[in-house]
């Protein structure tokens, strides 16, 4: 069974920051790994897929990368939205997990 | 994207089933698969199970011997069941949906349903 492990748990930053969350995967997904923001009492929405694909209408600050066990998801000059907690997500083996989530407060 | 409307009991004691269900919009049943994910007060997201169009289904292990997961195609819904309900299993439950050319990623969510499981 694949555990993720994202860092940090917390982060507070300033609006225009640039901001790094990574995922590490207990062993190799390839590219099996997404992405996904969910704000207060919202459901959670997909960023990005398959490590580093954009979504249709997930702002362009947004971007993935990583392949094997380690993956990164940045946020270009944040934005006070981007106000939430971040999950990564595998489905290459079963059963499909999720990393225990990055709050980003914005100060 | 389809949309994902659920609905079930809110208020359950221990040792009874919950039981939820998920209406798809704007789409069929075919070409997804439709799963049940939960996250407890505070915390992170845990996978329930999946089913997809042809009624195959998998579930998480440690939840295997409790659950269930079940489609309707002719009102385009699909739900869950999950027995013997202890305050453990306090979450809001979510139903959402994977198009079978997402690489696993899921694409739709419901909105949530709190469930509390308390005597």
């Known amino acids: 069974e694949v555990v993720l492990t994202q860092s940090p748990d917390f982060q507070s930053v300033t609006p225009k920051e640039k901001v790094t969350i990574t995922c590490r995967a207990s062993q190799s997904i390839g590219s099996s790994l997404h992405w996904y923001q969910q704000k207060p009492h919202q459901s959670p929405e997909l960023l990005i897929k398959s490590a580093s694909q954009s979504i249709s209408g997930v702002p362009s600050r947004f971007s993935g990368s990583g392949s094997g066990t380690a993956f990164t998801l940045t946020i270009n000059s944040l934005e006070r939205e981007d106000a939430a907690t971040y999950f990564c997500?595998?489905?290459?083996?079963?059963?499909?997990?999720f990393g225990h989530g990055t709050r980003l407060e914005i100060k | 994207q389809v949309q994902l409307q659920q609905w079930g009991a809110g208020l359950l004691k221990p040792s009874e089933t919950l039981s939820l269900t998920c209406a798809v919009y704007g789409d069929s049943l075919s070409g997804y698969y439709w799963s049940w994910i939960r996250q407890p007060p505070g915390k992170g997201l845990e996978w329930i199970g999946e089913?997809?169009?042809?009624?195959?289904?998998s579930y998480q292990p440690s939840l295997k011997s409790r659950v269930s997961v079940s489609l309707d195609t002719a009102r385009n819904q699909f739900s869950l069941k999950l027995n013997s309900v202890t305050a453990a299993d306090t979450a809001v439950y979510y139903c959402?949906?994977?198009?079978?050319?997402?690489?696993?990623?899921?694409?739709?969510w419901g909105q949530g349903t709190l469930v509390i499981v308390s005597s």
């Open positions: 089913i997809n169009h042809r009624g195959s289904t």
């Open positions: 997500h595998h489905s290459g083996t079963f059963p499909p997990a």
């Open positions: 959402a949906g994977s198009r079978y050319d997402s690489s696993g990623s899921i694409d739709s």
